[in-house]
């Protein structure tokens, strides 16, 4: 098993019954919660209230060994994942590889991904908190208006839920929880910015929901641009089609991608990078690899795939063990069937939308109330749960943000 995310960290425990020996290996020793790492971005809450470490979780699964290391390269040929730093390879008789995805500048890695930081990892979301806060330390101490007011502006380019749930963060952060707190700016007057390229933001919602989501993006002072593409980002600022807006915090949420490790399967990818698997999640040309979660491209329907949502990545990995487990008892595959269960996006503290099924559509405190309980719901462990819900309801009665540390600050950053 490559991956302890939702789908890695599902299918070992579906495979907890069986007469099998599991390895599960992953780059991190923690499991992320990522629906709620904007908050740790925003500081609304620290890391270790949204990761658990993997060999903890699995700790009563007794045929699962955990390994920490980073997998480099699957040589099918000779069934063995190779790990980095030279440790001995693993050998496998089926393999699961739920290593998620990973941030996508469209080609531009090298150029803005250094001044627009992507949301996937802890790291990164405390690199977003780090600027944040400084951005504002720096706007306290700078007499130019102008150089003030680029860094009291923030860009979140990418209007899904990632996107919309850090610049409501964002505005809340600016309008209540700063406020008062500086004596030559006025936090309120922050710029939040948020680009969407298409017409409307979150498309996976009905037009209702994404006009509702607007609205309340819009109330808390987010200024929300369509049709705007980034054509070019530095640590100044960004250009938004024939517009330049000076900016010194950049946040990027607007695409994906497959990691490097998943083409060396040498199996077909799709546009994403994402692996094209076989209805059951094997390999089309391996029954022994599975791939599943954000890394697999699963159809469902004519031209539509499966979403890049934990609930689905879970489904997935219970699959992939089920699959093992009819191998191993000579009896043919299954197709994954994805069963919907409704998504949910948040703006802002008492703001939501949620699509369930049936068509049946919640906005507003009702549905932010929902997407409260179901994050606190699957957030792993309990005492996650219990920190979570009081570092919310203490946020919620005083608009304070629990977690606001400046850390690994070397030299401010040069003008
Ligand atoms: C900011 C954000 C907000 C989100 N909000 C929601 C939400 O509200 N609701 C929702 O349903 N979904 C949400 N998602 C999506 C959801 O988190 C993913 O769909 C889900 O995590 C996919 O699970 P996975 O197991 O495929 O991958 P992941 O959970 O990403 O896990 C992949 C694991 O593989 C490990 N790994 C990667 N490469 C290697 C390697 N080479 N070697 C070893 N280990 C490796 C990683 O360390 C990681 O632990 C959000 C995602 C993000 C980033």
Redesign the pocket.
Known sequence: M???????LEAARSLARAAVRVTL????NH??F??L??QVATAGLSPGDIAEPIRHIVRRLKNVRVVL????RIDRAARQVVLAGGASPLTYDYLVV????INSWFGKEQEWAEHAPG??SVEEALEIRRRVLMAYEHAELEEDPARRQAWLTFVVVGGG??GV?LAGALAELSRNTLAGNFRSIDPREARVILCEGGDRILRAFSEQLSGQALRSLEQLGVDVRFGSYAAEVNGQGLTLGDERIDARTILWAAGVKG?P?LATLETEQDRMGRVRVAPDLSLPADPRVFV????AAVRQGEDDFVP??????MQM?RHAGEQIQRALAGQPPQPFSYLDKG???TIGRSQAIAALPGGLELRGLLAWLAWLAV?IMFLIGFRNRILVLIQWMWAYMTFQRGARLITNEGEPRAD
């Open positions: 490559i991956g302890g995310g939702f789908g890695g290996l992953d780059a991190r499991h992320l990522q629906p790492l904007y290391g980073r997998a480099e739920a290593t998620g995805v949301l996937k839920p990632t749930e990691g490790l599943i979660g954000d890394a890049g949502v934990a609930p689905a990545a990995g998504s949910m996006a994050h």
